[in-house]
């Protein structure tokens, strides 16, 4: 199998480094690396249409190949697929990112629609994310990934799966919840400052709440367990269609 | 109404202020903007956490106000909401964008992503899209937009609601179909250049091609219909997470 890495942290990002020397040492498959050359976080599906890309190749052992980019992590899977700087890879693997990406959280995360652009190119995807910034070991979610990775691919739906894994020592996790995307609700996103000039700005953070719903993936990461949840990529609302259609619908003769 | 108009074309584009005069002139609701400082087309769902937002207001005929904000067009809509820059809308009204937002590059879609932000924040959304990059006159589809926004807001899902407008002459559209979000498949994707200094880069860029379904936003503009697509903000894929638990969950003790 032919694995191509991504991620939105960058190409010399601890997260996808780890991941490659444990896919290498522990599998058989051939890894490229194709990754932002810089910090892309929070950038969600963008792409750049208005600057050219630039590629900066990276020495990996063997025949594996790996390359830095100049734009966001969708390009990267575009430029790699589209582009032909790699074979077309059997598996996308974006990660793994430091931070968790859970419920609606995904729309803005670079790692998860690098995944979705695979999808959409038709490959299948794994996103993968340490839902932590304070544990900053990423070699058990390496390990454990790489241990898992033919069992995962072989019951993989040919689409998308987001998985979070809990950022705490394994011993510490307790055990795989298959589960649905949940609500991310922030506090106090904007804090409003005046700068020396008098002018007034704004950053953005904000505190997530507690996701009380039993089934969502920011309830398993909660309560320490990884979280598998599969995804697709038509965003149509289907049960709205036939009854619009009487409504909406005229002139169409 | 409180109607909250945003967009990725930037504060003064036309598309957004044509639509502002028309919801001005054919309506008495009370309209805000908060909008891009510039250009941001395909910056899809990024938010900015690394950069602080600056607002720069501008002057609006009678209680009407304007921001033009240093960042995205999610940034603008969670800025105004969020950060209590405005009052609560009752609708966001994303666009009106020059050039189409259709199939699966709504990901891609600043436009598009702006109204998801709405939805997310509890706030029906429009996205509304002149579909050409050629046909450049806003009023005919600004026009239509306020004529039928109170029959269109009366039957909206609470939801989002992608409007593409066919990029002529009013008198060539066809009508209106309720569709949904096709494929956007494009061919020659990365054009691979090298600068006078030897090095190779790519532009992306790319020709769409034809859509052959029949019931798709793709091929109701190619067929100069106005095309209305109802849209969800759910991209668990449901239909997996029963099969898999018993593949998946274990330990969970």
Redesign the interface.
């Known amino acids: 199998m032919h694995i191509l890495l991504t991620n939105d942290d960058g190409y010399n990002a601890p997260g996808i480094q780890t991941l490659y020397r444990a896919l290498r040492s522990q599998t058989n498959h051939d890894i490229s690396i194709v990754a932002p050359d810089g910090?892309r976080?929070?950038?969600?599906?963008?792409?750049?249409?208005?600057q050219?890309?630039?590629?900066t190749e990276h020495k990996l052992d063997g025949q594996q190949k790996g390359y830095a980019i100049s734009g966001t992590p969708?390009?990267c899977v575009?430029?790699a697929i589209?582009?032909g700087v790699v074979a077309k890879p059997d598996l996308i693997i974006s990660g793994i990112n430091l931070g968790p990406n859970l419920g609606?959280d995904?729309?803005?995360s670079g790692t998860v629609?690098a995944a979705?652009?695979g999808v959409?190119l038709g490959v299948p995807a794994l996103a993968v994310s340490l839902a932590s910034y304070e544990f900053m070991s990423f070699e058990p979610a390496a390990t454990y990934l790489a241990e898992q990775l033919d069992f995962i691919v072989q019951?993989n739906?040919k689409?998308l799966m987001n998985i979070n894994i809990p950022g705490k020592p394994q011993v510490e996790w307790?055990?795989?919840?298959?589960?649905?995307?949940g609500k991310a609700v922030?506090e106090n996103?904007?804090e409003?400052?005046v700068n020396p000039h008098g002018?007034?700005?704004?950053?953005?953070?904000?505190n997530l709440a507690q996701d009380l719903e039993s089934d969502t993936d920011l309830r398993a990461i909660q309560e320490d367990?990884i979280s598998?949840?599969?995804?697709?990529?038509?965003?149509?609302?289907?049960a709205?269609?036939k009854s619009?259609?009487p409504?909406?619908?005229?002139?169409?003769?």
């Not at 307790?174 to 995307?181: D, E, I, N, S």
């Not at 002018?199 to 904000?206: P, V």
């Not at 949840?229 to 149509?236: E, W």
């Open positions: 910090q976080s929070a950038t969600g599906h963008s792409i750049t249409l208005f050219p890309l630039f590629l969708s390009d575009k430029l589209q582009g609606t995904i729309f803005y629609s979705m652009e959409l019951h739906h689409g307790r055990g795989v919840k298959v589960t649905r995307l922030y996103v904007f409003r400052r002018i007034t700005y704004y950053w953005q953070c904000g367990f598998i949840t599969p995804m697709h990529s038509d965003l149509t609302d289907f709205c269609i619009w259609q409504i909406f619908d005229h002139n169409n003769g």
